[in-house]
Nanobody, 125 residues
Framework: QERLVESGGGWVQAGGSLRLSCAAS????????MAWFRQAPGKEHEFVAG????????DYADSVKGRFTISRDGAKNTIGLQMDNLKPEDTAVYYC??????????????????WGQGTQVTVSS
């Protein structure tokens, strides 16, 4: 059974850093596009960053460009999100997601087949 499990969330002051990890199991996801989304209270899922199969192509939301970096390790079947210079508006539950539809935009939440349970990130001012 396919499963995605996030870790690494927590509390940090503005300007600080956190690194999220997502461990995938149940199948090899190297040919899948994978992404990070986030959801703040009362808001819809928001695209954060995406990575194509084997990490050949990446994309970021404008709000995190230059601060966040997505990475993936095909051998370990993991995906990471390094978050630097965090801001209070980055506070949300962060989810990793995977889809076999690796072409096109990574930001379409509806194309993702597998989702993790989420990890909370809280940034205080």
């Amino acid at each position: 059974q396919e499963r995605l499990v996030e870790s690494g969330g927590g509390w940090v002051q503005a300007g600080g850093s956190l690194r999220l990890s997502c461990a995938a199991s149940g199948r090899t996801f190297s040919s899948y596009a994978m992404a990070w989304f986030r959801q703040a209270p009362g808001k819809e899922h928001e695209f954060v960053a995406g990575s194509g199969q084997r990490g050949w192509r990446t994309d970021y939301a404008d709000s995190v460009k230059g601060r966040f970096t997505i990475s993936r390790d095909g051998a370990k079947n993991t995906i990471g999100l390094q978050m630097d210079n965090l801001k209070p508006e980055d506070t949300a539950v962060y989810y990793c997601a995977a889809t076999p539809m690796y072409s096109g935009s990574y930001s379409d939440v509806n194309k993702y087949l597998y989702w993790g349970q989420g990890t909370q990130v809280t940034v205080s001012s």
